[in-house]
């Protein structure tokens, strides 16, 4: 068993608001495509993101490929909010740029 990292995120407790995406702007309700609705969750787990906890609820989000090896990759709701938010984060600059 590898040691608990201390988590950057401020609690891991913390319960997420959704992306501006996630808003349906004329009723103010979590669309269809809410960022939660979008994954199927596994009650236990290991994150390999950010938090590295262990036995929380994880969702599988992609494959991960790392000197020539390959493995599932998983992320609980703290570290995929994260990881959403700094996508849209840099979506968002590039938007800025080509729009010059």
Known sequence: MYPLRPSPLPDPDIVFRPTRRDIDPSTGEPTAHALW????????GECWLWCGRQN???TWIGPVRSSGMHASLY?????LYELDQRVLDANIRWDARTAR
């Open 37 to 44: 609705d979008r994954h199927e969750w596994q009650p236990y």
């Open 56 to 58: 929380v609820e994880v």
């Open 75 to 79: 992320a609980c709701r703290a570290c």
